[in-house]
């Protein structure tokens, strides 16, 4: 579905990103690990057209998406659940679900979309009218993950799902992951939690320091010895 191919990317010209491969196909759950700063928000905005390639492409489908817009990409499928959830707190439940499905495709299906969304998160259901600013943080992600799946997501990339949540919570969201997968979506695992991604993505690549350290499946990501200095930074 997804193939990044010598990817470099960065801000200002100067590479974060260098020379980065990586595939995904059409119904994996892929993990995207690495340290603080390893470049892993860096590479999701790249992909989801936020941040400009400087070289390499990035294949959607079959289609060279480098150059286009991150509107075009969404009409495309794909799909970001950014870090921090950002909500619009202001706006109600419901407003922010219908903006979810605001792109020319996704808008002929806001009110079926948004049936299913409640059916994946009923809590989100009982308060539609409530604003989003009165959510917890657990409830906030699944706001912003019935965001995503409101756009028509094919590719849905969760930029650290588990930042700041509970325990339960954690457990909550990615038994929904799970769910969406086992349902045929296709989904990119932005995390820091090493353990978490390797019990959920079948396969996950590390990144150090702007370059793929480590690739493959969970266990061989385990038992490699770079993915532990890619965490220490060693
Ligand atoms: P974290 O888990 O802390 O979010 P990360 O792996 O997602 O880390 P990035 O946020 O992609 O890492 O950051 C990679 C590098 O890019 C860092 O050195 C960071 O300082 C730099 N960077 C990130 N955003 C910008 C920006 N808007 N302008 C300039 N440099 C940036």
Sequence with gaps: MLEIDNLVAGYGGVPVLRDVNAKIA?????????????????????LSGMVKPISGRILFL????SKLTPQARV???????PEGRLVFPEMSIRENLLLGGINAHARK???????????????????LTQSAGSLSG?????????????AEAKLLMLDEPSLGLSPLFVQYIFEIIDRLHADGLTIL???????LTLRHARRCYVLERGQVAVEG??????????????????
């Design 26 to 46: 059409a119904g994996e759950i892929v993990g995207l690990l690495g340290a603080n700063n390893a470049g892993k928000t860096t590479l999701i905005n790249a």
């Design 189 to 195: 695992l932005v995390e820091q939690n090493l353990n």
């Design 75 to 81: 009409e495309l499928g794909i799909v970001q659940v």
């Design 217 to 234: 499946d969970a266990d061989t990501v385990k038992n490699d010895p770079r993915t532990r200095s890619a965490y220490l930074g060693l």
């Design 109 to 127: 299906h806001r009110p079926q979309q948004m049936e299913k969304v409640i059916g994946l998160f009923p809590r989100l259901g009982e308060r």
């Design 138 to 150: 657990g409830e906030q992600q699944m706001l912003a993950i019935g965001r995503g799946l409101m």
């Design 62 to 65: 079959g289609e060279d998406i």
